[in-house]
């Protein structure tokens, strides 16, 4: 009873978190005076700029999910499945540029590019090479995860009577549509969703006109209206991964005492193995080169802590914050979804990742629309506000880490608990918890990352003098010097990577020797 | 009076109708072993005693008052006071031997003194004392067994539910243990249910054999 309790009171705290403003901007857009008027709708969708502008983001976001699905799919087959020398290396270094603010590549590029007389890099297809490397370890990452979820049995059961290639062919490949399919719509998605880069490098697309039209005329009407077809997006994607991910249940043999088989390279090693670190290089590596040769020299960087180092702090600070609150909810939900307590369970789980899934913008500015009233200024008007956006935002991640977790602990272990008569909160407390540290403390890496880097929610709710290193970096490129910008990316770049390389040293060095369940 | 008794009992997971209209009373002090093939349904009914999944109908007894009826739990497991030992026996790995013996002790409230007493007691009985430090990871499977064993057993339980037990263990170690429990049975008098699909070890230990087949009613 107090478990379901408990979980019903998180979930009705996420839901006026992250649901009510939307509701309450949904509200207030189809009314006028208290009665039922489309007009900001009929209005917005009758001028021909805004189906431009779509035009524009359907162009850059099927290009960007195209291209780094196929890329990233191989990879992640390349990482997860063979043997490939340097491996794990090169999955951490693909993931670096998800893990910065996508714009700093952009900046980076540009830099670059500009001092080569290299105009064209503006505009389309600089945000397609730019995102194309941000979202690059999305579909390779959700490759290997479910590659890890192929039964190895089945495999091995393929080989007593084939070769790899045609257990490969049949068997694995098969399992690994529905990573590809999900790998699309998700960075399609998300590149719908992201517009500090084609902000940058001045390509009109969707999200930027709802942002300009709320933070220039501050009238939260077109910009809802605006909104509207970005949240469309995000329940279509939500509906076609409900349709291609219930059937199946991924019981992720990662954690199992079951390896994954590894199919030999052969002579083909090495190469690819060179290529692969070439092309790394180009599109990881080449960029912070340039950010920190550009930066010069020590001057820089004081000057930088002098113009941000306030910022920096801020964005330290909201970041930790938030990343611990986002690991409470994530947990909770996780457990609620993994063990189904609640009738709305599922319910749970749609509404995490539809918020994910919607831009940032649009969870701003239902923020903005519900908390800016007089009465509820102590949301508006201070960070709780910032929080209350990223935690709607990213609680899906944490959520998904903590689910995925809770998986690989045997029921058994918290129903011993209950059979020695513990208590819900004494078996969360004594049991669970215990047993899956190691999973919160990596969920509580993703939550800090994310919300470290993020521009699309931050942007548009931060209160008066409370900005972040990516909004102050970001407001800089209008008048700054490239120097100045580029030791402030520096600094972002360091400030995320450095606490998460620790926090993972320090779970590989406490690694248990031997996995807890077998005995 | 009863110890347990199952009116009715039908649980299906989806099309798959696992327990079908079962009944079963069980007698204090008697030694009930379910025997029968893997897939039956044995694990599915003593979750159902213990309390983890309610029936979809009929009404489960316990000392006579019913603690599960037509799909409401009435009684959780951790007011049911039933030790159970389950079949990867669900040693806590992060806790110590000692640690895994007192946690339940400690949720029910039981004081420092007695408490260590208690666990002495237990160590004893199971010839386990010298290992309290020891991680479960560090035992043998015949010691995590009892380990188990004792775990559930400190509580004091008046009915003791276990579940294939002994199956990952060699022959020798299974027989040995078989008595070890079978002596522990009769020291402190517990109601045990006990399923095993190995023929030998229901016959050694039941007083009463049930035979389970698919989409059964016994
Ligand atoms: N939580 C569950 N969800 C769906 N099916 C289940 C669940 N638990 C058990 N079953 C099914 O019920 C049947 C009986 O399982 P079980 O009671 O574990 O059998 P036994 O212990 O005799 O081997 C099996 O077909 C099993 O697949
Ligand atoms: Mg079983």
Same mark, same amino acid.
């Given at each position: 009873m107090r478990k379901r309790l408990f979980l019903m009171l998180v979930i009705i705290l996420f839901a006026v978190i992250g649901v009510?403003?939307?509701l309450f901007m949904l509200f207030k857009s189809v009314t006028a005076d208290g009665e039922l008027n489309l007009s900001v709708f009929t209005e917005i969708l009758a001028t021909k700029h805004q189906w431009i502008l779509m035009y524009h983001s359907l162009i850059l976001s099927s290009a960007v999910a195209l291209l780094s699905t196929f890329a990233g799919v191989l990879l992640g087959i390349l990482f997860g499945k063979t043997d490939l020398p340097f491996r794990r290396f090169f999955t951490v270094l693909f993931v670096i540029p998800l893990l910065i603010p996508p714009y700093i590549f952009a900046i980076s590029w540009s830099d670059l590019l500009a001092g080569l007389n290299y105009e064209s890099f503006f505009g389309l297809m600089g945000c397609i090479m730019v995102l194309f490397s941000v979202f690059l370890p999305v579909p390779m990452l959700l490759t290997i995860f479910f590659l890890h979820t192929v039964d190895?049995?089945?495999?091995e059961a393929g080989l007593l009577a084939a070769s790899w290639k045609e257990v490969m062919t049949g068997i694995t490949l098969p399992l690994l549509i529905p990573a590809v399919i999900l790998s699309f719509m998700l960075v399609f998605i998300l590149s719908f969703g992201e517009f500090s880069v084609a902000n940058f490098l001045r390509y009109d697309v969707y999200p930027v006109e709802s942002f300009t039209l709320f933070a220039a005329f501050y009238d939260a009407g077109p910009a809802i209206a605006a909104a509207l077809p970005l949240a469309g997006a995000a329940l279509l994607f939500l509906l076609a991964g409900e349709?291609?991910?219930r059937k199946r249940s991924y019981r992720p043999y990662l954690f199992s005492r079951y390896k994954v088989l590894t199919v030999k390279l052969g002579p083909l090693r090495r190469r690819l193995a060179f290529a692969i670190a070439l092309f790394g290089f180009v599109i990881v590596i080449v960029p912070m080169i340039i950010l920190l040769v550009n930066s010069g020299g020590l001057e820089n960087y004081l000057e930088a802590f002098r113009r941000a180092g306030d910022s920096m702090f801020r964005s330290l600070g909201f970041a930790a914050t938030t990343a611990t609150l986002m690991t409470f909810f994530g947990f909770f939900i996780g457990y609620l979804v993994h063990t189904k307590a609640l009738a709305i369970w599922r319910m749970a789980d749609a509404v995490t990742i539809f918020l994910f899934a919607l831009p940032g913008t649009v969870i701003g500015i239902g923020l903005i629309s519900l908390w800016n009233t007089p009465w509820t200024n102590i949301v508006y008007g201070t960070p709780l506000i910032v929080i209350f956006g !990223?935690? #709607?935002?990213?609680t899906a991640l944490t959520g998904k880490v903590s689910a995925v977790w809770l998986a690989r602990i045997p029921s058994s272990m918290e129903e011993a608990a209950q059979a020695a008569g513990a208590g819900w909160f004494r078996r969360i407390v004594f049991i669970v918890i215990p047993l899956m540290w190691r999973g919160l403390a990596v969920a509580w890496i993703v939550g800090y990352i994310f919300s470290l880097r993020d521009t699309s929610v931050t942007m548009l709710v931060y209160p008066p003098g409370q900005d972040t290193l990516p909004v102050r970096i970001f407001t800089l490129m209008a008048n700054g010097s490239?120097? !100045?910008? #580029?030791?402030?990316?520096?600094?972002m770049i360091t400030i995320t990577l450095l606490p998460a390389a620790l926090l993972w040293l320090i779970l590989k060095t406490t690694a248990a020797k031997v996995s807890l369940w077998q005995r | 009076m009863a110890t347990i008794t199952l009116k009715n009992i039908t649980k299906s997971y989806g099309q798959n109708k696992v327990l079908d209209n079962v009944s079963l009373t069980v007698e204090a002090k008697e030694r009930i072993v379910i025997f029968g093939p893997s897939g039956c349904g044995k694990t599915t009914l003593l979750r159902i005693i213990a309390g983890f999944v309610a029936p979809d109908s009929g009404t489960l007894f316990i000392e006579d008052e019913p603690v599960a009826d037509s799909g409401v739990i009435i009684k959780t497991p951790q007011e049911r006071n039933i030790g159970m030992v389950f079949q990867?026996?669900?040693?806590w790995p992060h806790m110590s031997v000692k640690e895994n013996i007192a946690f339940g002790l400690k949720a029910k409230g039981v004081s420092g003194a007695e408490r260590e007493e208690r666990i002495r007691e237990?160590?004893?009985?199971?010839?386990?004392?010298?290992y309290e430090k020891r991680k479960p990871s560090q035992l043998s499977g015949g010691e995590q067994q009892r380990v188990a064993l004792a775990r559930a057993l400190v509580l004091e339980p008046k009915i003791l539910l276990m579940d294939e037990p002994l199956s990952s263990l060699d022959a020798k170690l299974n027989i040995r243990l078989r008595k070890e429990i079978l002596s522990l049975q009769q020291k402190l008098g517990f109601t045990l249910v006990y399923v095993t699909h190995n023929e030998d070890e229901a016959s050694d230990i039941a007083t009463r054999l049930i035979r389970m087949d698919f989409g059964n009613s016994i």
């Open positions: 009510l403003p939307l190895p049995r089945l495999e349709l291609f991910l !990223l935690l #709607a935002k990213y490239p120097e !100045l910008i #580029a030791a402030l990316c520096v600094i | 990867d026996l669900a040693l237990m160590l004893e009985l199971v010839d386990m004392s010298g």
